[in-house]
């Protein structure tokens, strides 16, 4: 969970670092380390599989900043030439957009992957880890060449 709001404290306050006053960049981290964990619960109690909690940082976390944006740096003008100042509005439809373009062609392709069998791997495997299942290599072997230290079984590879 700390990993969760600690990635958001970052996010929340990017869409406006050029423009925002230091203090206001922090209380928008803020803002987002404690709006993002709650969306983990919430994800998690709705029976979401989000192992690294992206959909709460990248999703929820990036939505707050956006925004966040529109609120407040509201009027400040763009780099291009003619185009309308900053409003929520248009981060907001921004945001929406985004988020259908993200969305929607992820969802559609797990859909088919899982109605094909092809969006988990197998049970067994996922019980064994996939570094022993498909990875051809130990997982971290430094300094450990040669026999396992006293005490400890080494565990075959498959194929070995």
């Given amino acids: 969970m700390d990993d969760v709001r600690r990635s958001c404290r970052y996010l929340c306050g990017s869409p406006g670092l050029d423009v925002y006053y230091p203090p206001l960049a922090f209380l928008l981290g ?36 956006i ?10 003008p763009q780099t291009v030439a003619g185009a309308p100042d900053t409003n929520f509005l248009a981060q ?22 899982k109605s094909i069998g092809k969006l988990r791997i197998p049970e067994k495997i996922e019980i064994m880890g996939m570094d022993k299942a498909k990875v051809p290599v130990r997982a971290y072997p430094e300094g450990h060449f040669g026999t396992p ?12």
């Fill in 30 to 65: 803020v803002g987002g380390g404690l709006i993002t964990p709650l969306a983990d619960r919430f994800l998690q109690k709705m029976g979401i599989d989000d192992a690294v909690g992206a959909v709460s940082v990248h999703g929820i976390g990036g939505l707050w900043g």
């Fill in 67 to 76: 925004l966040a944006f529109g609120i407040f740096a509201s009027g400040y």
């Fill in 92 to 113: 907001l439809i921004g945001a929406v957009t985004m988020a259908l373009v993200g969305f929607v062609p992820g969802f559609l392709v797990s859909m088919l992957l």
């Fill in 149 to 160: 230290p006293r005490g400890i079984t080494e565990v075959p590879f498959p194929g070995e």
